[in-house]
């Protein structure tokens, strides 16, 4: 079985690092190059970059941060946030980063996720989906979870596979930043639907939360962002912590 993989995520705004619930009520983190480089020398799997508050002037900001993160790290990481056009890509990959992930853009104009898969490759290539459950409907949100659309989650995920994306980034806006435990029924659902990875993301709050989105979710990585920057649970110590509960994990030490 391949080992399944915990990946920290850096929600980034105007250079700082920060957290909210339910994507509302961000407060600072910390520096995204620190943390960065802490993550990876803890042994993180991935790290996840993403700049919540995109804009087109924000750009150049974002890539000089990407090249000062790749310095840092020796372990893939992603970088997402108004990523739209073939240069964009181009241009995060070019600054160090393994793969992009695109989210808001993909759901405007879908051929972007078959035209970057056929410029960079699948393996590169992440489509985000935030998605709430409303009115019985499991419902796709963007921008950065301020805009419903009318997208349902499963139908979505599965298109977006078909265009070429190599992951799925599956956010629960319901449990983001609740700590209540990730969303182990749609991405159960999706894991058991799809043949590529689902990164879960909300709700990480314990580490039995780990164990269960990775049996109960059947989720290929698993992504957190406050409990590692608030250092309520360390890297090495969730992973010896799923070793004890036979989930496959890599060890660096």
Known sequence: MLSKRIIPCLDVKDGRTVKGVNFIE????GDPVELAKI????GADELVFLDITATVEKRKTLVELVRKVAKQVNIPFTVGGGISSIEDVAAMLNAGADKVSVNSAAVKRP???????????N???VVAIDTRYVNGRHVVHTHGGRMPTNLE???WAHEVQERGAGEIL???MDHDGTKAGFANAITGQLSAELTIPIIASGG???????VDVFTLGRADAALAASIFHYKEIPVPELKNYLLGHQIPIRMTY
């Open 111 to 121: 051929e972007l996720i078959n035209e970057l898969a056929a410029n960079f490759g």
């Open 170 to 172: 599956l956010t629960s």
């Open 39 to 42: 993550y990876a020398d803890e």
């Open 123 to 125: 393996q590169c290539i």
């Open 153 to 155: 989650t499963f139908a």
């Open 204 to 210: 990480a709050g314990t580490m039995a939360h780990f």
């Open 26 to 29: 961000l407060r600072d983190a």
